[in-house]
């Protein structure tokens, strides 16, 4: 399994990016999508994920009404719509996918079991 993110970048409070996450090697329909995060000095937080135990899209408090996952199965991508970004929304960004059908509470908890390289956002104030 290879997952390879991109959209990162510097952006200025209340702007938008969008990443991506293309993935390879794997049945891409059948496995659960996240998008994880680590800010500096922090440890890494579950944002985003798509469970396929009930394909119901889960956010973290803080990005709720903000951000917007979705996946395109065809494509074997994942994406992660952010918008109104503030400064604390500066970390590291990791796409991430599991073949456990669990609910998102375990990914949440335990996180997933593959993951790619980050992509870093950087939101100015």
């Known amino acids: 399994v290879q997952l390879q993110a991109s959209g990162g970048g510097l952006v200025q409070f209340g702007g938008s990016l969008r990443l991506s996450c293309s993935a390879s090697g794997l049945t891409f329909h059948d496995w659960s999508v996240g998008w994880f995060r680590q800010a500096p000095g922090k440890e890494r937080e579950a944002v985003s994920l798509i469970s396929t135990y009930d394909n119901k899209p889960w956010y973290v408090d803080p990005v709720k009404g903000r951000f917007t996952i979705s996946r395109d199965n065809a494509k074997k991508e994942t994406y992660l719509q952010m918008n109104s970004l503030k400064p604390e929304d500066t970390a590291v960004y990791y796409c991430?996918?599991?073949?456990?059908?669990?609910?998102?509470?375990?990914?949440?908890?335990?996180?997933?079991?593959?993951w790619g390289i980050g992509t870093l956002v950087t939101v100015s104030s």
């Open positions: 991430a996918v599991d073949d456990r059908n669990y609910p998102v509470d375990y990914f949440i908890e335990f996180g997933m079991n593959n």
